[in-house]
């Protein structure tokens, strides 16, 4: 198992453009999630996800969309980047019936909007 | 709202000694799940160990044991005969089930001196 893949490691953008963070698993887990993580304040949650075609928005979710077309996949879209959206982000799955909530952590897109 | 909190930015351990990392956390609920994430230089979030809250027992994996407070909502790391492999930044959480969330405490760095 490849676990929990994310592309790309780096990535620079200028303000107003947008991308999307790619997110993939092979451990065929329900439930994914996107966390951004600042300096001096831990990850985040910014959107979630139970199955695919389902969605929620976490704690951070202005500036982001997702989608779970696949269980697969969870692409995190940047519509509009700002500076703000500076941080490194984090895909993380984990099986719906585990009863300790263990999530496996990508290893995350160090991502720079200047 | 959940919240966590670690006090310590940023703790020194001599090798092969000793050192405990603080997290206390805020919660109503009764049921839920604590975890000691480490992440070193490479960015990869490696779960450590966790604690179920019904279980009065502290969790023990190898080096790395926890001491669990409840009533006191209090929840630190105790890392033994601490190597150098052993620094890294090292995040507490607090899970709940619904919103498939982590919240996390804003980290300790941790420091191991040869």
């Known amino acids: 198992n490849a676990g929990v893949t994310q592309t790309p490691k780096f990535q620079v953008l200028k303000t107003g453009q947008s991308m999307t963070l790619q997110c993939a698993q092979d451990?065929?887990?329900?439930?994914m999630s996107w966390y951004r993580q600042d300096p001096g304040m831990g990850l985040r949650l910014i959107h979630y996800?139970?199955?695919?075609?389902?969605?929620d928005q976490g704690e951070v979710p202005n500036g982001y969309n997702v989608s779970r077309s696949t269980t697969e996949d969870f692409p995190l879209r940047l519509l509009s980047a700002a500076p703000s959206q500076t941080s490194v982000y984090f895909c993380?799955?984990?099986?719906?019936?585990?009863?300790?909530?263990?999530?496996?952590f990508g290893p995350g897109t160090r991502l720079t909007v200047t | 709202a959940q919240t966590v909190t670690q006090s310590q930015p940023e703790m020194s351990v001599q090798e092969a000694e000793t050192v405990t990392l603080s997290c206390t956390y805020d919660?109503?609920?009764?049921?839920?799940?604590l975890f000691w994430y480490k992440q070193p230089p490479s960015r990869q979030m490696i779960l450590v160990i966790r604690?179920?809250?019904?279980?009065?027992q502290n969790a023990t994996e190898n080096r790395f044991s926890v001491n669990f407070q409840k009533a006191a909502k209090s929840f630190s790391l105790k890392i033994s005969d601490s190597q150098l492999g052993d620094a890294a930044m090292y995040f507490c959480?607090?899970?709940?089930?619904?919103?498939?969330?982590?919240?996390f405490g804003a980290g300790t760095i941790l420091r191991v001196k040869s």
């Open positions: 959480a607090y899970f709940r089930e619904y919103g498939n969330k982590l919240v």
């Open positions: 604690q179920e809250a019904y279980k009065q």
């Open positions: 993380a799955s984990r099986r719906s019936d585990t009863p300790l909530g263990e999530q496996y």
């Open positions: 919660t109503s609920e009764s049921d839920y799940y």
């Open positions: 451990m065929n887990h329900e439930y």
């Open positions: 996800s139970v199955g695919a075609g389902i969605t």
